[in-house]
C-alpha cells in the first residue's frame, strides 16, 4: 500500500508541474537593442591638458573611434531587421495576433528610417574629420567643444547658433 501510495502521489506532483508549464507562457527571447542613449552614455570622456590645441590629433582619433563605432552598431542593427524582413512569417490565424505584429513591424521600421538619417549624419561628421572641418560650428566657424561633441558625436553647430536654429523653427512652426 505505501508503494502505492508513493506512485499516487508522485503522479500527482508530476501532473501539477505540467499543468503550472503549460499555465506559464514562454518567456520571450530577450533580444538586446542598441539604445542612442546607451550608447553615448558609454562614451568615455577624453581628458582634456592644459594649453592642449583644439582638435589635435589625439582629439580626431577620440571622435573617429566614437563615430566609426556608433556607425559599427547602427549597422549590425539594420542588417538585423533586414533579416528579421527576409525571415518573416506572418501567417497569424487571429486577426489580433497579426495587427499586434504589424504594429511592432512599423514601429521597427520606423526606428530603422531614424537610424538610417542618423547613420548619414555620422558619415558626414567622419568625412569633416577627414577634412579637417570636425568640431567647428556650420554657422558661425568657432569651436563647438569638447564636451558638447561627446554629448552629441554628429553636431554641426556651436550652442549659441543652435539656441537660436532652435528658437526659428520654433517661431516658424509652432
Known amino acids: 500500500k505505501k508503494s502505492e501510495a508513493k506512485k499516487v502521489t508522485t503522479k500527482k506532483v ?6 503550472s508549464k503549460k499555465a506559464t507562457p514562454k518567456k520571450a527571447k530577450k533580444v538586446v537593442r542598441y539604445e542612442e542613449s546607451q550608447f553615448l552614455a558609454s562614451i568615455k570622456p577624453y581628458t582634456l591638458k592644459k594649453n592642449e590645441k583644439y582638435m589635435n590629433a589625439k582629439q580626431k582619433q577620440h571622435f573617429q573611434d566614437i563615430l566609426s ?6 549597422q549590425i542593427e539594420q542588417d538585423r531587421t533586414a533579416d528579421k524582413i527576409q525571415k518573416n512569417v506572418s501567417h497569424f490565424p487571429d486577426e ?6 504589424e504594429e511592432e513591424f512599423t514601429l521597427e521600421l520606423r526606428t530603422r528610417e531614424r537610424e538610417r538619417k542618423l547613420l ?4 558626414e561628421s567622419i568625412d569633416d574629420l577627414k577634412s579637417d572641418d570636425y568640431g567647428y560650428c556650420a554657422s558661425c566657424g568657432i ?14 553647430r556651436c550652442i549659441d547658433c543652435k539656441t537660436i536654429e532652435e528658437i526659428h523653427e520654433r517661431q516658424q512652426y509652432g
Not at 563605432?69 to 547602427?74: D, G
Open 120 to 123: 548619414s549624419k555620422i558619415n
Open 143 to 156: 569651436e563647438i567643444g569638447i564636451r558638447r561633441l561627446e554629448a552629441r558625436p554628429t553636431a554641426t
Open 69 to 74: 563605432s556608433w556607425r559599427e552598431q547602427l
Open 14 to 19: 508530476s501532473a501539477k508541474k505540467v499543468a
Open 96 to 101: 489580433s495576433d497579426r495587427a499586434t505584429h
